[in-house]
DNA sequence: CTGAAAGCGCTTACAG
DNA sequence: CTGAAAGCGCTTACAG
């Protein structure tokens, strides 16, 4: 292993030269910067990240945490998440440290590790939910992070999202404008999650505006088709649905298929989760686009101390 | 932040003491050992991983590497193996870190800055392709690495997968026990991948069993529904399909639907992807149970030194 | 513009 | 059974 006391006896200067000209440090000469980089090029040179987190008492890596009790669906979303945030980190010579777990009181331990043991200093959250330990655990230990998904109203933190009432009253302007539908319903959880709100809001603004009657389901997630039958039958004049996500998008469909196998039906979810030659033509979804939220998280959480910036929108598809 | 110092300076001992009690060092009274395990946990007391990176000259973290170019709908099966894997490290206060990208080349050097700079010295593979360079990488490193799926014929490394024979048997029996199923055919795609090889072994296996002929459908991932076509209409008596995966097997039975709406048709992938209220239900799928392949990856990368073990065999479920 | 020295928090060979 | 000391590879305040 070259370390730069071998630069530095190679090149006959002291490891301090060498190790501030390889920081670009001001006071070191130019020319003695660029001499020293080629000759640590030269040697195939590669900084000890172990050494260097010690002396700064920070590592280098980011803590990217998944939700608990995700559905699997989504974990097509969290990857695309993983690789735009990894392209970011690569490039500021950063690690990319994952912490999931079944149960809430896993993730915080694994967090806590994180922080005391292995010293990291920037979090990612891959969710934004109200009231969460983790979220606790990150402000008191005065450690930077940015979440997927806006915080809840009253709560405030830096974070990455969609325009989520654009992307509600878009998707319900193209089931309209594109597939003729008449009237859209807008079905969402029992969760009551930020984005819920916001793409309904979306939602109501677009049939305002269309004059149309707006029609909302709440579903629970863990309803087994008997409240979304219910809720189909005592609608027989819909013929569209902007559904909160793929997932409920595709099990209303399903059971709009089941319950009238012959009635046309447009359906738009969120999250692009599965390709389209694995769904029906009849099911579209909103591209959220994980890889540029990602990017977007990383560079928040890089330029927050200097910014003060909040939040960024990143566009989505349609 | 406290470190052994505080504690040594706390009990009158020498930091020496404190690190071999914590550490469990045989030499060290047990009475002692316990003390200072005490008046660590009364302080709480948490190791500084890069210090102790630094002196041991490795750190506490396995590199979990990504495919390329993989399909979306595979990322809930990589989530799954990402908890099971992380379970298994948190257990052992190890860090999960992560290496993925859009391109082999950037995957490549993430590996390279991880065994190089960060000193990871073991790794595990979400995939098992033969040729692949990240492989070469780290042999020629000498670190330790499993992968998930088994190596191609001539090559030899350790690695966790199932059982893809009998996996391929069963999912033939199933189709016919199950749903009475008379002529299935199997799906495979043109890469030729270890578990293909077997997956099509085993249905062959169970069709020479039941004296049925075998009919098998090679379809690049890249077809655009040409192939796929032309090959169900070239045999109108099959009644099921064995997919080489979900995405395989949903995409011929999308094109089945479409051509011959009326008729009956059993599906059987493999990896669960897709929750059972997403599918249709006549679509089944063996899980792979990639919580526990992952869980099985980390044991396996930890007993290798002593063992030797080659390999692990995990269950599926059907 | 450059260097000598201290220090980050551990582990472990050597000595007793 | 325990301790003093060296060392892992960096960064940086202090000195010149």
Redesign the interface.
């Given at each position: 292993m070259v370390t730069i006391r071998d630069i530095a006896k190679k090149m006959g200067l002291s490891i301090s030269t060498v190790s501030r000209a390889l920081n670009d440090n001001q006071r070191i000469s130019v020319r003695t910067r660029r001499q020293v980089k080629e000759v640590a090029d030269q040697l195939g040179y590669?900084?000890?990240?172990?050494?260097r987190?010690?002396t700064n008492q920070e590592?280098n890596?980011v803590g990217?945490i998944?939700p608990v009790n995700n559905?699997?669906?989504d974990?097509?979303f969290?990857?695309?998440l993983?690789?735009g945030i990894?392209?970011q980190l690569?490039a500021r010579?950063y690690?990319?440290?994952?912490?999931?777990?079944?149960s809430a009181d896993?993730v915080l331990?694994?967090v806590k590790?994180?922080i005391?043991?292995?010293?990291i200093k920037r979090f990612i959250l891959l969710y934004s939910h109200a009231e969460d330990p983790i979220i606790e655990l990150l402000k008191a230990a005065s450690v930077d992070f940015v979440t997927i998904g806006k915080p809840a109203a009253g709560q405030k933190w830096p974070y990455v999202d969609n325009d989520n009432v654009n992307a509600g009253a878009a998707a319900t302007r193209y089931l309209m404008n594109q597939y003729g539908v008449k009237q859209p319903v807008f079905v969402e959880s029992t969760n009551g999650w930020p984005y819920e709100v916001d793409r309904k809001a979306g939602y109501l603004k677009e049939m305002a505006l269309a004059d149309k009657r707006p029609i909302v389901f709440s579903i629970p997630d863990d309803d087994d088709?008997t409240l979304t039958d219910a809720l189909i039958k005592a609608h027989p004049q819909m013929d569209g649905v902007v559904a909160i996500d793929d997932?409920t998008g595709?099990?209303v469909y399903?059971r709009f298929r089941q319950l009238r196998p012959k009635q046309k039906i447009e359906v738009i979810g969120y999250n692009k989760?599965?390709?389209d030659?694995?769904v029906?033509q009849h099911f579209h979804s909103v591209d959220l686009n994980p890889h540029e939220m990602g990017q977007s998280a990383v560079q928040l959480l890089f330029q927050m101390q200097t910014d003060r910036k909040q939040y960024t929108i990143v566009d989505y598809t349609l």
């Open positions: 590669q900084p000890n990240y172990n050494a987190n010690l590592a890596s990217v998944f559905r699997v669906v974990n097509i969290y990857v695309g993983l690789r990894n392209q690569n010579n690690v990319l440290a994952v912490a999931v777990g079944e896993q331990e694994n590790s994180m005391n043991r292995a010293q088709g997932y595709l099990k399903h989760s599965l390709p030659e694995l029906d």
